[in-house]
């Protein structure tokens, strides 16, 4: 089981950026493939992207070419750009505990470990 902490959510106009991270608690993330995930209000919660433990990486088809996730061995990173209103959501990371490299699912149920989330709003 690890321990995850969300940051770096808050409020930007369109068009705007921002950078969250998921740091691991009082452990490393060489083992876990990384989830970030989304849920706003009335919707159910949703894959944006993940990256595995060897950096492959995927990403929903509503953030590609504006969503840029990166990790180092104690965190995870979501760089936003371009932001819409529609990205106004909770954004939380997942870890997945496993050996096997290049694997990175979008399925939320595999994940076994969550944050606590970041809130994230994107309005003029």
């Known amino acids: 089981q690890v321990q995850l902490v969300e940051s770096g959510g808050g409020s930007v106009q369109p068009g705007g950026s921002l950078r969250l991270s998921c740091a691991a608690a009082?452990?490393?993330?060489?083992?876990?493939?990384i989830g970030w995930f989304r849920q706003a209000p009335g919707k159910e919660r949703e894959a944006v992207s993940c990256t595995s433990t060897n950096g492959t990486t995927y990403y929903a088809d509503a953030v590609k070419a504006r969503f840029t996730i990166s990790r180092d061995n104690t965190k995870v990173y979501l760089q936003m750009s371009g932001l819409q209103p529609e990205d106004t959501a909770t954004y939380y990371c997942a870890a997945f505990f496993t050996t096997v490299r290049g694997m990175c699912p979008l399925n939320l149920k595999t994940y076994d470990d969550w944050g606590q989330g970041t809130q994230v709003t994107v309005a003029s």
């Open positions: 009082r452990s490393t993330l060489d083992y876990y493939a």
